[in-house]
């Protein structure tokens, strides 16, 4: 289950959809009805939270976000721009360093994609989203 506060527009997610994962875009958050309108890419519906799941911060996540993978001596950079995140062990996201410019932040837990956009939308003011490939 997702924290209604943690999410907004552009966020990506799972929802559970009688009884099927779907990853799905937030489109919109109600806060008053406590429900959150999702685009699954065929049809856009209103979830509860508890029908939302958070999708887990690993390499496969941020390739398709657009990130590039670099190998350096203090472990896996990825690079998208000047935005960098760091894993010190390859395939452990439990403690990344993330940083755009003079805006450093470490975290000693894992992270969701949905936290890393909305990291990456108040230190870069714009929204991360998967690149449009032709």
Known sequence: MVKLTDLK?????RVKDEGVEREGIVTDVDREDDMVCIDNGVQEFWF???QILPVPLN???LLKLGFERQEVPEGIKYLR???RVLTPKPGDFSHLEMWYREDKRHFDMPLYVHELQNHYLQMTKVPLEKPIIH
Do not use: A, K, R, S
């Not at 527009?9 to 997610?13: I, Y």
């Open 9 to 13: 527009p552009g966020d990506f997610v």
């Open 48 to 50: 509860t939270p508890d």
């Open 59 to 61: 390499e496969d996540e």
């Open 81 to 83: 721009g000047p935005f």
